[in-house]
């Protein structure tokens, strides 16, 4: 590819990416503060433990990490909940930690308004109510076999403990935590009004409320009021103030630079190999191949994911070297 060329890709490839993420990764990672400080992700866990009883504690983390991944990004939502996979371990921890992750991965990747979902929506121009509506299934199927069944098979089998540098998890007192309907009316304030945006159009006799729908029902606005509910009911009601606010939401956007990094550098990605005509040599071979479909998507992802991963990972490098030469 001619110079600018390349350079007009990878601009193009950067701000299609963003286009339609960017906002979402923001109030996600905002959204994922305030549950983090107010307790209110360890309220919806405890909840659920006490639910389903502590021995089936990898079911209630795993339902957890679903609801709590359609909001928060997947790195943030580990950081909020892999303490307390911790605090619950009795014998190894696959039992915990893989329910957790399939749900933080597939509410993210399936459920809007989650980044993730509505990226892939965006670019396959797939209806967002309709993205909910086949989510939600395929991300319960998802965590009961990836997470639920094969973290009983594989948990019998590997003996896992606690990392070495994990002490012991002291669980907030259930009387500082904010109630559970709260948290899950809240968490469920953008899924309401997306569905709602797209049940709108099959009603008749309420054009005049349909636009309203549709505004609210927008991805990054659902969000917005969102994170306002929990600014209120997990903030100022628990007793946070302004300030306090602040320095939970300044700290929670800490982590986007190097997400967006990483998601922008995947989409700049696909836009060269498309425009250099790598997709019309690798789609006819992959055709050719008989591989599914499935197996062949998780490959292209996976390989995209770690050549980004290490490009980052050598910049880290390169600019702690350059830091640490005199």
Do not use: H
Request: net charge neutral.
């Amino acid at each position: 590819m001619p110079v600018p060329t390349l350079v007009s890709t990878v601009e193009k490839g950067a701000g299609e990416t963003l286009q339609g993420i960017v906002l979402l990764i923001g109030l996600g990672s905002l959204f994922g503060g305030i549950l983090e400080v107010s307790g209110g992700a360890q309220c919806v866990a405890q909840t659920l433990v006490n639910k389903f009883s502590e021995k089936k504690a990898g079911i209630a983390l795993g339902i957890t990490g679903l609801v709590v991944g359609t909001t928060v990004f997947f790195e943030a939502g580990v950081v909020i909940l892999i303490p307390l996979a911790f605090g619950l371990a009795k014998k190894s921890t696959l039992y915990y930690v893989i329910p957790l992750l399939a749900g933080l991965a597939t509410g993210f990747a399936f459920i809007p308004p989650s980044a993730g979902s509505v990226l892939v929506a965006n670019m396959l121009n797939v209806d967002l109510g309709v993205m909910i509506a086949v989510g939600v299934p395929v991300g319960i199927l998802s965590l009961l076999f990836a997470g639920i069944l094969w973290s009983n098979f594989i948990g019998s089998r590997i003996s896992t403990g606690l990392p070495s540098n994990i002490q012991e998890v002291r669980a907030e007192e259930e009387a500082n935590l904010p109630a559970f309907s709260t948290v899950l009316c809240i968490i469920l304030v953008p899924l309401v009004l997306i569905l709602l945006s797209t049940i709108s159009t099959y009603i008749p006799g309420i054009d005049a409320v349909r636009p309203v729908l549709e505004f609210l029902g927008t991805p990054f606005v659902a969000l917005i009021i969102a994170v306002l509910f929990a600014m209120y009911f997990l903030g100022k009601r628990q007793g946070y103030d302004g300030e306090q606010l602040k320095k939970i939401m300044d700290r929670s956007l800490r982590p986007t630079g190097q997400i967006l990094l990483v998601i922008t550098g995947g989409g700049i990605i696909r836009w060269v190999l498309q425009d250099c005509g790598m997709g019309d040599i690798i789609g006819p071979a992959l055709e050719k191949s008989g591989l599914p479909l499935m197996l062949v998507a998780f490959l292209i992802a996976a390989l995209i994911r770690a050549s980004v991963g290490a490009a980052v990972i050598a910049m880290t490098m390169a600019a702690g070297i350059m830091a640490a030469m005199p």
